[in-house]
């Protein structure tokens, strides 16, 4: 929201009482507070008229510091608020001359005693970002609102990021965003996953500490500036240190949650349905079978929204006169392997026979005059349940619980977005608040009914979220169109929302809207397969590949048994993620110093080790940058220089999928599952270990836990590999490697692209050839 025009007017109705001076401050074991008035004192007189602005500063967590800004302390603010893992760090308070420095880890804040108000934060000594001279301000609009708006500094070369899932350019300078969750597509600037957290290039994150609207300015109404304003008496927002863009999300996911670590079967390939194709029984056990027949692995079986009878969503209740023996069907289908997912969402229409049984118990949302609140888009009559009562938690619960027993793994959650804010809560919560909060609440309660029963196999495939959401996982992109240009939007999206702290995300493969051509098929194929969670899905058209040509049914085959054979090294990027909140998917500039990487939002890195260049372009041409060093491409196996663009061109079966120097991955034996023994039979390849180097990578069993390590280690012509903590010690791993081998002890070797080489125990040595670092 602006609040000026231009650099010198106040718009109409509008005052501002910018932070001036500070005035007095105290200094406590749990803060430090500041009292700030919006004009300078200049006689006793001027004490005897406000407002006053109270910031009080505190440390949630080391290398965060808090800062609490209010107007009226006891004005009525009701819940929810996000959940804060608050471990009130220890922190230091110091006095200068002119100066208070609160210190909470690495992270220094300083504050100007007297004079022009300014706060201004450091990490190590190195200056971050800033609120100036009026930049924090209460407002008053005419008709009697109040706002609180802060103004923090960008400089010269600084750009913003995250903020949600965005569609829009993925650097949001420049930007008007609203946090207010919507279910919009993929190509606008709504999103359904709102965040109100965002990185910059500098190495420092803001959080924003309501679920409720925020209207951010990123250099939009002042340039130099990231704006955000709350309608409120009181806004909190959180300065986030680190030694990088990592250490900074691992800080923010210590105050907001980790995601959760998904089963790794979820990670294969998923079939839906569909949207409103036509399906039954039979439809789907041909899908199934024709997948197997053309020995394409598929791991999840999904059941998009009419495995429930038309106008009676949700009812939890299969539709009879498609699938006449659910439990059967389900049974003969989990006989092949698959996992079996089915829709729902929080909406209970009128024709639902829970319908009657939610109002008698007070289980959906009401209006203010005690009414039950219905509309009639999407379900005719619908209400939506109200997670904030107890008993409809539990009541919801355990209807999912009985598809459960029933043999069904998973759920999709749909929607939670289009939520009113006339209306009333169980618990009174504020609806504008709840608005986006709300689908914090709804997945919360599925994921703890599903690990009530599943356990450790647990997960969700939601597509609304907040700030926490990211606790349970699996999100994914939402309504996207059969474009080039959509399925871009779809990866800037889920590249901003990694920058969130979300660990795993996926799109609706070949897109949502309309049908795909064979050549995006394809082309979306090898995105989908090379993404952390995989699925095909439509509206109104199948997915299935034969239906496009026989070609697509090759390249669905080829990348779906490269992902399962990348497993290894994908679920060692899953524990990353789970344990540190850094995303399997992960922005070029995450992973590089380098100010190209900056912009680049056509490409990504999988995990730390793979480069991902999808095609954009029916002529199979890409144009992509590739950082310095040497890298492979770990398909072709061809290797390139980096340190600038590069144009090619590819066929279907192959894309830039980049092996970068110095960074070993594990690959599996087995590309029928994602979902196996990882370090039987395992091979690391290792390409161009630079002289010096000493690095190591783990791999994991399918409970999470650390099964072995290889230590690699070069000094000149020589490398040292070493494979450690192989809880069997009878199982054989494998070295594939890229670079000119003269000599070899502890191993049996034979070649191909590259040089294949037997462990006979645990250690071998190799002697390069010349000075080849990479063929």
Not at 489 to 496: F, Q, V
Not at 649 to 668: D, N, V
Request: glycine share 8%; proline share 4%; hydrophobic share 35%.
């Amino acid at each position: 929201m602006k609040f000026t025009e231009g650099n010198w007017l106040v718009k109409d109705g509008m005052k501002i009482y910018g932070a001036t001076e500070v005035v007095d401050f105290e200094i406590t074991e749990s803060s430090l507070t500041l009292y700030v008035m919006p004009f300078y004192i200049k006689n006793k007189g001027d004490t005897l008229g406000g407002p006053m602005l109270t910031i009080v500063l505190t440390a949630p967590h080391d290398d965060i510091i808090r800062v609490n800004a209010y107007h009226f302390k006891h004005a009525k603010e009701s819940g929810p608020e996000f959940i804060i893992n608050d471990e009130k760090k220890t922190f230091t308070v110091e006095e200068e001359n002119e100066f208070i420095n609160f210190k909470s880890g690495n992270l220094a804040v300083k504050i100007r005693k007297s004079g022009d108000f300014s706060m201004n934060f450091f990490y190590n000594d190195a200056y971050l970002t800033g609120s100036n001279f009026k930049s924090l301000a209460y407002i008053v609009a005419e008709d009697g609102r109040s706002f609180i708006r802060e103004q923090l500094n960008l400089g010269v070369g600084e750009y913003v990021y995250g903020l949600g899932e965005r569609f829009t350019s993925f650097v949001k300078n420049g930007q008007t965003v609203e946090m207010w969750n919507a279910d919009g597509g993929t190509n606008s600037e709504q999103t359904y996953k709102n965040i109100p957290f965002y990185v910059t290039n500098k190495g420092y994150g803001v959080f924003v500490n309501t679920p409720g609207l925020i209207s951010y300015e990123v250099a939009s109404e002042r340039v130099s500036k990231v704006q955000f304003s709350v309608e409120s008496e009181n806004l909190e927002y959180m300065v986030i240190g680190g030694n990088g863009l990592k250490a900074v999300l691992k800080n923010y996911t210590d105050i907001t949650g980790k995601p959760s670590l998904p089963p790794a079967w979820s990670f294969g390939l998923w079939l839906t349905t569909s949207f409103t194709t036509n399906y039954d029984e039979k439809t789907v056990k041909g899908f199934i079978e024709g997948m197997a027949e053309r020995d394409i692995p598929l791991s999840v079986f999904h059941f998009d929204c009419f495995w429930m009878k038309a106008f009676q969503w949700t009812d939890f209740e299969w539709d009879k006169g498609q699938f006449p023996d659910p439990i059967g069907m389900i049974e003969r289908l989990k006989e092949n392997g698959l996992k079996i997912s089915v829709w729902i969402n929080p909406y209970i229409a009128q024709k639902s026979k829970l319908f009657d049984e939610a109002t008698e118990n007070g289980y959906l949302l009401k209006k203010p005059d005690g009414s039950v609140w219905q509309w009639d888009l999407w379900q005719p009559g619908m209400g939506i349940v109200d997670f904030t009562n107890p008993d409809a938690r539990r009541w919801f619960s355990d209807k999912l619980k009985k598809l459960l027993d029933m043999g069904v793994d998973c759920f999709k959650t749909d929607f939670g977005e289009r939520i009113p804010t006339n209306v009333v809560y169980h618990d009174n919560s504020d609806p504008q608040k709840m608005h986006n909060y709300y689908t914090y609440l709804y997945n919360k309660t599925v994921f703890e009914a599903t690990k009530e029963k599943k356990g450790k196999e647990t997960l969700v495939f939601a597509r609304s979220a907040t700030a926490g959401s990211q606790q349970f996982p699996v999100h994914w992109g939402g309504d996207c169109s059969a474009t080039y240009e959509s399925m871009a939007e779809s990866l800037r999206g889920g590249l901003s929302l990694g920058l969130c702290g979300f660990g795993f995300w996926s799109h609706d493969i070949a897109g949502f809207e309309s049908k795909a051509t064979p050549d995006l098929y394809k082309r979306w194929t090898a995105f989908g397969l090379l993404s952390s969670h995989s699925r095909l899905h439509g509206n109104n058209a199948y997915k299935v590949p034969w239906l496009y040509d026989e070609e697509s049914v090759d390249v669905l085959r080829f990348f779906t048994k490269l992902k399962n054979r990348l497993m290894p090294y994908i679920y060692s990027k899953a524990i990353e993620a789970s344990q540190k909140g850094i995303p399997v998917m992960r922005p070029m500039l995450m992973e590089f110093d380098d100010p190209t990487c900056l912009y680049l939002d056509r490409q990504y890195m999988l995990g730390d080790a793979l480069l991902v260049a999808p095609i954009f372009s029916e002529d199979g041409v890409v144009t992509y940058y590739l950082p310095k060093g040497k890298w492979m491409n770990f398909i072709t196996k061809e290797i390139a220089e980096g340190g600038g663009w590069r144009t090619e061109k590819h066929g279907y079966m192959s894309l830039p999928l980049m092996l970068r120097q110095s960074t070993p991955i594990a690959t599996g034996k087995i590309d029928s599952r994602p979902d196996y023994d990882y370090s039987d039979g395992v091979t690391f390849h290792l390409f161009g270990i630079e002289d010096g180097s000493d690095i190591s990578s783990k791999i994991y069993d399918l409970e999470g836990r650390a099964e072995a390590e290889i230590k690699v280690k070069r000094s000149g012509k020589f490398i040292d590999v070493n494979v450690e903590n192989l809880q069997n010690k009878d199982k054989k791993w494998n070295l594939m490697i890229y670079d000119r081998i003269k000599s070899i002890e502890g191993g049996d070797k034979s070649e191909g692209n590259g040089t294949k080489i037997v462990s006979k125990n645990n250690h071998i040595k190799l002697e390069l050839e010349g000075e080849s670092n990479g063929r």
